[in-house]
Every structure is written in structure tokens, then in C-alpha cells.
């Protein structure tokens, strides 16, 4: 599929270049599940994954039917948007960031617990 305008946030392409996913918002229309039923739902970038070629693949999840798939980033991409989806999981760690410091002491600086739970 090409996008010609975004339906989730109206951006127009104005070229002949082919986008998988809007290069501004990042999203795009589900247009079918995984089990060739069709779906769309709009698909959200929620995270990035790195190839082993250093390039990046957005990850896309349907609001709708909760489906993951990939959609490899472009050179258009929206820069801001790209590096707040990548940064995500260090500014709002799954842990409180205040142990971080009472973790390492419990480690003793050597990245392991030391029989610390045992």
C-alpha cells in the first residue's frame, strides 16, 4: 500500500515517492490480519527494532485487533518521532529509576547478586 494522505494525521504526499507507513505520524491502516480477514484498524508505531545491518523496522500494533507487524523505517521518517518511540524504554523504565544505585550496591558493582537472593 502507498500513501497518498494519511487518514490519521492528513499528511499529503506530494511526490511520486511510495510509503509504506506516513512518514510524518509514523502509522498506518491495517488493512489486513494475519488471517487474511480484513481489518482497518489504524496501526501504531510502538516501539523500533534493529536489524542486524543497523538498519531500523518500526513496530506497528493495530488499536484494533492488538496484531503486530514491521515496516522498515525510511530516510523521511520524522526524526523526533523516531528517536521518542526508540528513547521510550529509557525514559519511562518498567522499574522504579530510584533503586537503579541500590541495585548496583546489592550487585557490588560486578553485574550479578552475588548469592545476595540465594
Given at each position: 500500500?502507498?500513501?497518498?494522505?494519511?487518514?490519521?494525521?492528513?499528511?499529503?504526499?506530494?511526490?511520486?515517492?511510495?510509503?509504506?507507513?506516513?512518514?510524518?505520524?509514523?502509522?498506518?491502516?491495517?488493512?489486513?490480519?494475519?488471517?487474511?480477514?480484513?481489518?482497518?484498524?489504524?496501526?501504531?508505531?510502538v516501539s523500533v527494532a534493529v536489524n542486524d545491518d543497523d538498519s531500523w523496522d518500526l513496530v506497528l500494533r493495530c488499536k484494533f485487533c492488538d496484531e503486530f507487524i514491521l515496516s522498515r523505517?525510511?530516510?523521511?521518517?520524522?526524526?523526533?518521532?523516531?528517536?521518542?518511540?526508540?528513547?521510550?524504554?529509557?525514559?519511562?523504565?518498567?522499574?522504579?529509576?530510584?533503586?537503579?544505585?541500590?541495585?548496583?550496591?546489592?550487585?557490588?558493582?560486578?553485574?550479578?547478586?552475588?548469592?545476595?537472593?540465594?
Open positions: 500500500m502507498s500513501i497518498k494522505k494519511c487518514p490519521v494525521c492528513g499528511w499529503e504526499n506530494t511526490d511520486s515517492t511510495e510509503y509504506e507507513h506516513c512518514p510524518n505520524c509514523l502509522s498506518m491502516i491495517h488493512e489486513k490480519s494475519e488471517d487474511g480477514s480484513e481489518c482497518g484498524g489504524i496501526l501504531e508505531a523505517v525510511n530516510k523521511d521518517d520524522n526524526p523526533i518521532k523516531l528517536m521518542n518511540i526508540a528513547l521510550k524504554p529509557l525514559t519511562n523504565p518498567p522499574f522504579p529509576i530510584d533503586r537503579i544505585e541500590t541495585m548496583e550496591k546489592m550487585m557490588g558493582g560486578a553485574g550479578d547478586l552475588g548469592g545476595y537472593y540465594e
